[in-house]
Every structure is written in structure tokens, then in C-alpha cells.
């Protein structure tokens, strides 16, 4: 009995830990790559692969409270991959890009002194794609 009860505490204990963990931005990554490549700092995220399908999420750091934008540049061989950026609860678009597509851009300026997440999302397979985020202070 008590060995039953020791399971059933442990069971318990790490299916806490994992939704505590699971908290904190409400993004997750879910995908199937072949071939996929990805850096990450915490001002700078890259990823790369040749065949990808799902969702893909980075973490960028904004300190300081300082404005900051995001730059992105990107291109994409086969398919369609939207990607979108969440500040302070609110998932906002940042691009969509198709078949034989590239895109490059920036964000407007916002205060940052939190955690900003990138997500780019599939529909569908895509093939051959490289994707570049990061976080800048802007000129004046």
C-alpha cells in the first residue's frame, strides 16, 4: 500500500511540475523538421531547415525598458509559414510568407522589459526555409 501510494505521489509531483512549466508563456513548439538548424541569444534567434511542419517558438529578452523593435528576414522555398510575435499577452502578426517567397522588415518601436516570443506557424509542409529574428533599439 504504501509503495502504491509512493507512485501515485511521484505521478502527481511530475504532472505539476510539467504544467507549472507549461505556464509561463502559453506557446509551445510542436513540429516535425528535416533538417533543421536554430541559434538562439537572447536579443537574436535564427532557425533553418529543409522540410518543416508545425509550430516553432523563440525567446527574445527586452531589459532595460528601453524601446526596442524586432527586425526579421526570411525566405521560404515551398509552402506557407505566418509568423507572429507575442508581447505582454497579445499575439500580434508580424509576416506571412509563401512558395518562393522573401520577406524582410521591422516592427514599430515598443517600451520592452519582458520576455517577447516569436512563433512562426505552418500550413502545412514547407521546405527550405531560413528565418532571422532580432531585437534592436531604434535609430533617431
Do not use: H, W
Not at 92 to 108: D, M, P, R
Not at 114 to 132: A, L, Q
Amino acid at each position: 500500500m504504501k509503495r502504491i501510494a509512493g507512485v501515485i505521489i511521484a505521478a502527481a509531483t511530475l504532472v505539476l511540475c510539467f504544467a507549472l512549466c507549461a505556464c509561463g508563456s502559453g506557446y509551445v513548439s510542436n513540429y516535425s523538421s528535416r533538417t533543421m538548424t536554430t541559434t538562439s541569444t537572447s536579443t537574436r534567434a535564427t532557425v533553418s531547415f529543409d522540410g518543416f511542419s508545425g509550430t516553432y517558438v523563440m525567446k527574445l529578452n527586452s531589459k532595460g525598458g528601453d524601446e526596442v523593435l524586432i527586425s526579421y528576414d526570411a525566405t521560404l522555398q515551398e509552402g506557407t509559414i505566418k509568423a507572429y510575435y507575442d508581447f505582454n499577452g497579445e499575439k500580434l502578426n508580424l509576416f506571412e510568407i509563401g512558395t518562393n517567397g522573401s520577406v524582410e522588415g521591422k516592427t514599430e518601436a515598443f517600451t520592452g522589459n519582458k520576455t517577447i516570443y516569436v512563433i512562426i506557424e505552418s500550413d502545412g509542409k514547407c521546405n527550405e526555409g531560413n528565418f532571422s529574428f532580432a531585437l534592436e533599439k531604434p535609430q533617431k
